[in-house]
């Protein structure tokens, strides 16, 4: 089929809503070609974008069927080049066509008709986040449309309990408010990659449930610490997004379902076996997440921190019925990993980071940022999830 017939307009709520939903509903996003994640946005499509000071939502017709959407958002942020410290760049998520229209064109045209929306914006730098293994999504990206591979951050998802755990007797945790989370965010992650110059407004969103700092019990965190440099020997930081607000998600079976069902719940009870099959997270059922970010720790008895600090979400997730992980994303060379609680079954190893310049001026840029090597600690926007 031709792609003139094709035709691309700006989302509408009362037209699209439920057309898209249903397009999710049919677009799995996954790993494994038996287990696919779905999306369920609550009735607003826009959810995930919403909080991004700029945003955008574009759809794909086809015959009046609504065939593909595509979502994006623009904010200033860091950028990793040593002369350059900050951009404006635009974030590509939530690319949807339908299985029935795939190769036709439609995934690139909606990429492509978005990029004239950042230029017309003065973006100078256009990324997006997919799996490593998504080849549909990784080709039509790099080999078409000109984006290049930037990092390859690892995913790590943990399961809430039903109770809570033990948190250990020497690590000290305690609640900073937003003024303090920024200084010290700005401090200690300003200069990481897409570090969003609007993280106030962030830690301000009611989906931000706090930020936590951790430290050897007997020693003290001084509130003045920003202006006398005081910090104790080791220390941590994390914030809490609750993703379960805005979006829930949904393990899809395929028409293997119930052998793939049972070859989970196996696989789970292998991981798990001190818990009975019948207590594991539901994931078949639409279920939030707690997202962890800005996870950064300084000193020798950081990662026993790191791992104290996740303990204490887990912790707090038990209270919310609905929250049925944990997930966080670090970067390819940050020892964080070992300390970060995960389950190797549900975490995905490799996501992957691409880039592309939006004016013909960045494009030296644009070779310095991939030949800086990558910052240690990693800070993902919350809204990008
Ligand atoms: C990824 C997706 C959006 C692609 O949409 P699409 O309309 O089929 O893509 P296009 O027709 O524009 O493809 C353009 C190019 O991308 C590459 N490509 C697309 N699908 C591919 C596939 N299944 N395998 C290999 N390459 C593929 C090809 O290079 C293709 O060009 P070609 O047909 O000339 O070889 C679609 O497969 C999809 O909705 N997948 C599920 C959701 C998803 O994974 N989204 C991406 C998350 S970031």
Redesign the pocket.
């Given at each position: 089929m031709a792609t003139e017939e094709i035709t691309l307009r700006s989302y509408n709520k009362r037209i699209d809503r439920s057309r898209i939903e249903k397009l999710e509903q049919k677009?799995?996003?996954g790993p494994s070609e038996n287990t696919y994640i779905f999306t369920d946005t609550l009735g607003e499509p826009v959810c995930r974008i919403r909080n991004s000071p700029q945003y955008k939502m574009l759809v794909a017709e086809l015959n009046n069927e609504l065939v593909?959407v595509i979502q994006g958002t623009i904010k200033k942020a860091t950028i990793n080049c040593p002369e350059e410290s900050q951009a404006r760049v635009g974030y590509?998520?939530?690319?949807?066509?339908?299985?029935l229209?795939?190769?036709?064109?439609?995934?690139?045209?909606?990429?492509r008709t978005l990029e004239q929306w950042f230029i017309a914006n003065d973006v100078d730098f256009a990324y997006?986040?997919?799996?490593k293994d998504?080849?549909?999504?990784v080709?039509?990206?790099t080999?078409?449309l000109g984006f290049v591979k930037l990092r390859t951050p690892a995913i790590l998802i943990n399961p809430v309990r039903y109770h809570p755990l033990h948190i250990s007797r020497e690590v000290e945790i305690k609640k900073l408010d937003i003024e303090q989370a920024e200084n010290l965010y700005r401090r200690c992650l300003g200069s990481t990659d897409f570090f969003p110059d609007d993280i106030d407004r962030i830690l301000k969103n009611k989906l931000s449930l706090g930020t936590w700092v951790a430290y050897p019990r007997g020693e003290s965190w001084d509130s003045e610490f920003e202006s006398n440099g005081r910090f104790p020997t080791s220390w941590a930081i994390l914030s809490v997004w609750n993703t379960g607000d805005l979006f829930k998600l949904r393990v899809g079976k395929s028409s293997l379902s119930c052998l793939l069902y049972t070859k989970i719940l196996r696989l789970l009870d292998g991981v798990f076996p001190w818990l009975k099959i019948s207590i594991l997270p539901d994931v078949f059922h639409p279920f939030g997440f707690y997202f962890m970010y800005g996870v950064h720790c300084e000193g020798r008895k950081s990662k026993a921190l790191v791992h104290g600090l996740c303990i204490f979400v887990h912790n707090m997730a038990t209270k919310c019925s609905d929250c049925k992980v944990i997930a966080t994303e670090v970067g390819e060379c940050d020892v964080l990993r070992e300390h970060i609680p995960h389950s190797r079954y549900l975490s995905r190893a490799e996501d992957l980071w691409c880039i592309k310049a939006m004016k013909n001026d960045q494009k030296n840029t644009l070779i310095k940022i991939i030949r800086t090597p990558p910052p240690v600690s990693l800070f993902v926007d919350p809204r990008e999830v």
């Amino acid at each position: 089929m031709a792609t003139e017939e094709i035709t691309l307009r700006s989302y509408n709520k009362r037209i699209d809503r439920s057309r898209i939903e249903k397009l999710e509903q049919k677009c799995e996003v996954g790993p494994s070609e038996n287990t696919y994640i779905f999306t369920d946005t609550l009735g607003e499509p826009v959810c995930r974008i919403r909080n991004s000071p700029q945003y955008k939502m574009l759809v794909a017709e086809l015959n009046n069927e609504l065939v593909g959407v595509i979502q994006g958002t623009i904010k200033k942020a860091t950028i990793n080049c040593p002369e350059e410290s900050q951009a404006r760049v635009g974030y590509i998520l939530g690319l949807r066509v339908s299985p029935l229209h795939r190769r036709k064109y439609i995934g690139s045209t909606l990429v492509r008709t978005l990029e004239q929306w950042f230029i017309a914006n003065d973006v100078d730098f256009a990324y997006m986040a997919t799996g490593k293994d998504n080849e549909a999504s990784v080709k039509l990206f790099t080999d078409k449309l000109g984006f290049v591979k930037l990092r390859t951050p690892a995913i790590l998802i943990n399961p809430v309990r039903y109770h809570p755990l033990h948190i250990s007797r020497e690590v000290e945790i305690k609640k900073l408010d937003i003024e303090q989370a920024e200084n010290l965010y700005r401090r200690c992650l300003g200069s990481t990659d897409f570090f969003p110059d609007d993280i106030d407004r962030i830690l301000k969103n009611k989906l931000s449930l706090g930020t936590w700092v951790a430290y050897p019990r007997g020693e003290s965190w001084d509130s003045e610490f920003e202006s006398n440099g005081r910090f104790p020997t080791s220390w941590a930081i994390l914030s809490v997004w609750n993703t379960g607000d805005l979006f829930k998600l949904r393990v899809g079976k395929s028409s293997l379902s119930c052998l793939l069902y049972t070859k989970i719940l196996r696989l789970l009870d292998g991981v798990f076996p001190w818990l009975k099959i019948s207590i594991l997270p539901d994931v078949f059922h639409p279920f939030g997440f707690y997202f962890m970010y800005g996870v950064h720790c300084e000193g020798r008895k950081s990662k026993a921190l790191v791992h104290g600090l996740c303990i204490f979400v887990h912790n707090m997730a038990t209270k919310c019925s609905d929250c049925k992980v944990i997930a966080t994303e670090v970067g390819e060379c940050d020892v964080l990993r070992e300390h970060i609680p995960h389950s190797r079954y549900l975490s995905r190893a490799e996501d992957l980071w691409c880039i592309k310049a939006m004016k013909n001026d960045q494009k030296n840029t644009l070779i310095k940022i991939i030949r800086t090597p990558p910052p240690v600690s990693l800070f993902v926007d919350p809204r990008e999830v």
